[in-house]
């Protein structure tokens, strides 16, 4: 990832003690390359000049970012780059989707309540389905994935996709409905503890939340999604106007 | 922004002190509503029977998610909600455009670099021009952005675009580029010092930083830029498939 604007150093010219170990470990981190382990705690705080609690402030800021794999009881590594890709553009998704395993864990009935009942359009007291699996890539858990789905519109759902399965193919091949579009919203938010335990990462770190209402080709909107990815792994992207580079759309050019 | 699944409650029910300190704010805050002021520290720490560090830990997160407004010497406030939709789409940035405010605070030629030279497809001798601008909304100041177009692609750019005026627009209206699309990058990164000072954050808050490359309708790449996002008062925003719900668009249904 690039660099801030004049190596994030304000006019002033005066950093904090963290930050200025946080450069110095990014450095290190991009001469040793990925899997190599960063010399230890004591080590750096004497090459620093700083305290440890500083140098723990700066390394914590590394992990978040996923520049360095904290493993309790080991040390610190430099963690797996470039980060797993995860695209924001839902309409292919076998093909584009860098988290293609899917474990389902939750499959259960309840009431809408109010938030959700806005969402999807129907009363609070309507039920919906509360599917729920952990997403990954190559053996790794790298998001938490809670979708809802009216009850009433698939009245005949009543056991999760097949492992692996995406709920899209489930719905269009069982129930042959047909997505129409989405409009998603992306904020930081903190790993709850359950999250944590289901991720297998430290508690409270900050990740990347993706919350998704999607609608039929009707228009008629059939689930909301809550998606809590790791940040520290993944990155989320996406492509506008022409899909092909070096293919002009002149329904994308600037008016 | 909804509840994680089980309310971020584990299997076991075992949840930390500064979890459910954090709980227990939200609820405050969903209840006393914008701008009012949330009971003292002391106050919430007997309340809860916690330790003032455990309680500003939940409290920390909470600031960080946008929930509360923290400001030094004068308590704790619920913070203004909704935050700003800022959309990213890139082809009608007037309209959808959530920050519509621009200040540019750096111009100035350098060359490219191995890493921007890459990006741009230019050799690393070429030079570039860096454009820096603030974003904000209603005189709030929520986003750093730092933009780099090739020197030799616009011989003629010689100074910054007008207050509040687009990159974009002014390299369509001044040079006749026509935009073709854009990949975009998210990610969880710290606020550096000097972005701090920008912002008027804490510094070492999360953030969302987008990293972009452009091109034309040709094909060609014209811009590479770093927007870093404040994830306090944000929330980045797409739409999937058909632009207007309701309106079914056979290009976007699963097949």
Redesign the interface.
């Known amino acids: 990832?690039?660099d801030?604007?004049?190596?994030?150093?304000?006019?002033d010219g005066?950093?904090?003690s963290?930050?200025r170990a946080k450069r110095h470990i990014l450095a290190l981190c991009k001469k040793l390359g990925e899997g190599v382990a960063l010399p230890s705690e004591r080590l750096l705080c004497d090459q620093l000049g700083v305290a440890r609690a500083t140098l723990r402030?700066g390394m914590l800021?590394l992990v978040?970012?996923?520049w360095v794999d904290s493993r309790q009881g080991s040390g610190s590594f430099v963690a797996k780059r470039p980060?797993v890709?995860q695209c924001?553009?839902?309409?292919n998704e076998s093909a584009q989707d860098g988290l293609s395993g899917r474990t389902w864990i939750?499959f259960e009935r309840r009431p809408a309540g109010c938030?959700l009942a806005h969402k999807l359009c129907i009363d609070q007291n309507d039920h919906v389905i509360?599917l729920?699996c952990v997403r990954g890539s190559d053996g790794e858990v790298l998001a938490?994935e809670?979708a809802f789905v009216p009850t009433k519109r698939f009245p005949r759902f009543s056991r999760p996709p097949a492992q692996n399965r995406s709920l899209?193919?489930e719905l269009?091949n069982r129930f042959k409905m047909?997505?129409?579009?989405?409009?998603?919203?992306?904020?930081?938010?903190?790993v709850?503890?359950?999250?944590a335990?289901l991720l297998g990462t430290l508690?409270?770190l900050?990740?990347?939340?993706v919350?998704r209402t999607s609608?039929d080709?009707?228009?008629?909107p059939f689930e909301w999604v809550?998606t809590?990815y790791r940040?520290?792994r993944l990155?989320?992207?996406?492509?506008?106007?022409?899909?092909e580079?070096?293919?002009?759309?002149?329904r994308?050019?600037?008016?």
Chains 1, 2 share one sequence.
Request: with cysteine; net charge negative; glycine share 12%.
């Open positions: 990832m690039a801030p604007a004049r190596g994030g150093v304000p006019d005066d950093i904090p963290y930050y402030q800021q978040i970012e996923g980060k890709s924001l553009c839902l309409t939750t938030e509360h729920e938490v809670s899209h193919d269009k047909l997505f129409g579009g989405a409009d998603q919203r992306m904020d930081i938010v903190h709850s503890p359950r999250e335990s508690p409270a900050p990740g990347l939340v919350h609608w080709a009707r228009g008629e809550r809590l940040g520290d990155t989320l992207v996406n492509r506008v106007g022409s899909i580079r070096g293919f002009a759309n002149e994308h050019d600037l008016r």
